[in-house]
C-alpha cells in the first residue's frame, strides 16, 4: 500500500513529493541450512555471487556476510579433501604429511615428524597474514 504525501518547500513555494510505504515488514528468516545451501551455491566452481543472490532474491552483500559468519562458527575447523597431488611435487613416500591451501595461493606441507606445537604455530601465523 503506497500514499503519497504533499508538502509544500519553504524556500521556492514549490510542493515536494514524498512517498510514503506503508506495508508488511520485507525482512525475511533464513535458517542455517538455507543459508549454507546459498553459500555453497554461490561459491561452486563456476558460479557467479551477483547472479546466485539475484536467484535467492538476497543482496550479493548478504551472502558473502552469510560466508564470514559460517566461518566464523566453523570454531576453528575445516573441511578436509584428500586428493593426490597434480603438480608433480609430492612428499616422499616414506614421510607421511599434511598439506593445508590457504588464500592466495598459499600451501604448506607438514610432515608428521614436526611437533604438534611447530605446526600449530605454522598454521596460526599463515592463517593471519
Do not use: C, H
Request: aromatic letters at 6%; zero cysteines.
Amino acid at each position: 500500500m503506497q500514499t503519497l504525501v504533499f508538502a509544500p518547500v519553504q524556500e521556492t513555494g514549490a510542493v515536494a513529493s514524498v512517498e510514503v510505504l506503508a506495508g508488511p515488514e520485507r525482512r525475511r528468516r533464513w535458517s542455517s541450512e538455507q543459508k549454507q545451501a546459498i553459500v555453497a551455491a554461490a561459491f561452486a566452481a563456476g558460479a557467479v555471487v551477483r547472479d546466485v543472490a539475484r536467484q535467492a532474491d538476497v543482496t550479493p552483500s548478504l551472502i558473502y556476510r552469510w560466508r564470514w559468519d559460517l566461518r566464523a562458527a566453523a570454531n576453528g575447523f575445516a573441511r578436509v579433501v584428500m586428493a593426490r597431488s597434480s603438480d608433480g611435487m609430492a612428499a616422499a613416500p616414506l614421510m607421511p604429511a599434511i598439506e593445508i591451501e590457504f588464500a592466495g595461493n598459499v600451501r604448506a606441507r607438514i610432515a608428521a615428524a614436526i611437533s604438534p606445537a611447530l605446526a600449530a604455530a605454522v598454521v596460526a601465523a599463515l592463517a593471519g597474514r
